[in-house]
């Protein structure tokens, strides 16, 4: 309580809550392989950031083998997997600046099992992790 108002230091401060709340979002980190669960992840995390001063870490998060993930054809080169990704994250990356999130890098990774998504999180200091990939997609033709 604000001791001259009375009243709660919330009602004086606009964003007070979201600033202020018990664990504030500081880091996402945002791991995808690039295919279409790519853009509602990278919305959800947009919608977690705005107007607060959070960062985004977008990573290529990515099997080069994987035919899933590149347009149906495995890479055949370290070449063609970086170029992939590069255009997957640059993609990203633009979206999320143009909706206003202004602290967003990005990082090239080559999928190495799951601790090593979390070795990356403990280096870019995130302390949510949104996840993306074609093994989370709903099947439509079982539904």
């Known amino acids: 309580m604000n001791k001259i108002t009375s009243a709660p230091v919330k009602e004086h401060l606009p964003g007070f809550e979201r600033f202020h709340?018990?664990?504030p979002i500081h880091t996402i980190l945002l791991a995808t392989d690039g295919t279409s669960s790519g853009e509602s992840a990278l919305q959800?995390?947009?919608?977690?950031?705005r107007g607060s001063s959070g960062k985004l870490v977008?990573?290529?998060f990515a099997d080069p083998?994987?035919?899933a993930v590149n347009e149906g054809v495995a890479c055949e080169s370290d070449d063609?997997?970086?170029?992939h990704g590069e255009k997957v994250l640059n993609a990203m990356a633009a979206k999320a600046r143009a909706s206003g999130i202004t602290d967003v890098t990005t990082r090239l990774?080559?999928?190495?099992?799951?601790?090593?998504?979390?070795?990356?999180?403990?280096?870019v200091e995130?302390?949510?992790i949104m996840l993306?990939?074609?093994f989370f997609q709903a099947d439509s033709a079982a539904n």
């Open 21 to 23: 709340r018990p664990n």
């Open 44 to 49: 959800n995390c947009i919608n977690l950031l």
């Open 58 to 60: 977008i990573t290529y």
């Open 65 to 67: 083998k994987d035919i």
């Open 80 to 83: 063609a997997w970086r170029s």
């Open 109 to 123: 990774e080559k999928y190495q099992g799951e601790e090593s998504l979390n070795q990356i999180a403990e280096t």
């Open 126 to 128: 995130a302390n949510m």
């Open 132 to 134: 993306s990939s074609h």
